[in-house]
Structures are given as structure tokens and as C-alpha cells.
Nanobody
């Protein structure tokens, strides 16, 4: 089975930055895409970013320009660099790995943006 472990979440002031990491291990049948969703209390799960096998990336329209997704493929790791954070970015961030029918999920890391 695949295990995804996120790290890097925490408390940050508005305008600050965080970099989330997610490391995959185990038997990976579908290594691409990798990316991130987030879910805030009382809200639907929201797509954040994805990176595909050819290096193409996709972002939620509202986040493009502030967030950057990248990978270190030999290390089976995906990152999410988050800049200019605002309180509405507060959520649990979950990484994912694999195409729709073979997708694995991490348990999430809490990001709180507050002064």
C-alpha cells in the first residue's frame, strides 16, 4: 500500500509563507499526478494544485501566483510553496498521489493563518 506523510503545516501570520512537503512510500502503482487539496471547516474540499508527469502544473484560479507546486521525483516528494498567506488559506491540506482510479491520500496537515 501507499503511504503519504505531510509535513510543514503550522501557524503563520498573514503575509507569511509556508512550504508543505509530502513524501510517498510503499508500492506506488500510479506515481502521477501529485498534488494538494484543502478543506476548511464547514466548506467543501477544494482543489489547490497538481503536477503531472510531463511537468505541467495546474492551480485553482484564486491561488495561482501565490502557490507553487513542485516535485523531487527520485525522493517521491511533492511540495507546496505558499506565499502571501491570508486567513482564508486556513485549512487542512491533504496531498494526493495517482490518477483518479488509483489515488492515495495523506492524512493532512493543519495550516492556520492568523495574527
Amino acid at each position: 500500500q501507499v503511504r503519504l506523510v505531510e509535513s510543514g503545516g503550522g501557524l503563520v501570520q498573514p503575509g507569511g509563507s509556508l512550504r508543505l512537503s509530502c513524501v510517498a512510500s510503499g508500492r506506488i502503482f500510479s506515481p502521477n499526478p501529485m498534488g494538494w487539496y484543502r478543506q476548511a471547516p464547514g466548506k467543501e474540499r477544494e482543489f489547490v494544485a497538481a503536477i503531472y508527469s510531463n511537468g505541467d502544473t495546474k492551480y485553482a484560479d484564486s491561488l495561482q501566483g501565490r502557490f507553487t507546486v513542485s516535485t523531487n521525483k527520485p525522493r517521491n516528494t511533492v511540495y507546496l510553496q505558499m506565499n502571501s498567506l491570508i486567513p482564508d488559506d486556513t485549512a487542512v491540506y491533504h496531498c494526493f498521489l495517482g490518477r483518479d482510479d488509483l489515488r492515495s491520500w495523506g492524512q493532512g496537515t493543519q495550516v492556520t493563518v492568523s495574527s
